[in-house]
Nanobody, 120 residues
Framework: VQLQASGGGLVQPGGSLRLSCAAS????????MGWYRQAPGKQRELVAA???????NYAASVKGRSTISRDNAKNTVYLQMNSLKPEDTAVYYC???????????????WGQGTLVTVSS
């Protein structure tokens, strides 16, 4: 399974970005899809996650400013971030919990990371 993340970049405070992460390869299904971020000198933290049933979970720091969604037909997860703040600056990683086969355990896959810089 390969993950390809995209959409990062430089944005001014108050601006918006949409991150995408597409999975390719052979697998049975994808359970939870999520986005994490890691700022310099800090631990990686969960930003948002969405289950296969569509339930969502957000970090308090982004709740109300971000929306996570998924397109199961495209095996893709999105993160729309609005009203961006300098403290949102970080490398953003997508995480997918994948079932390789119907009777297997879930396997964690991580994207390569995409840098989001919020600065004027």
């Amino acid at each position: 399974v390969q993950l390809q993340a995209s959409g990062g970049g430089l944005v001014q405070p108050g601006g918006s970005l949409r991150l995408s992460c597409a999975a390719s390869g052979r697998f049975f299904s994808i359970d939870t899809m999520g986005w994490y971020r890691q700022a310099p000198g800090k631990q990686r933290e969960l930003v948002a996650a969405i289950t296969s049933g569509g339930s969502t979970n957000y970090a308090a720091s982004v709740k109300g400013r971000s929306t996570i969604s998924r397109d199961n037909a495209k095996n893709t997860v999105y993160l729309q971030m609005n009203s961006l703040k300098p403290e949102d600056t970080a490398v953003y990683y997508c995480n997918l919990k994948v079932l390789p086969s119907p009777l297997s355990y879930e396997v964690d896959y991580w994207g390569q990371g995409t840098l989001v810089t919020v600065s004027s």
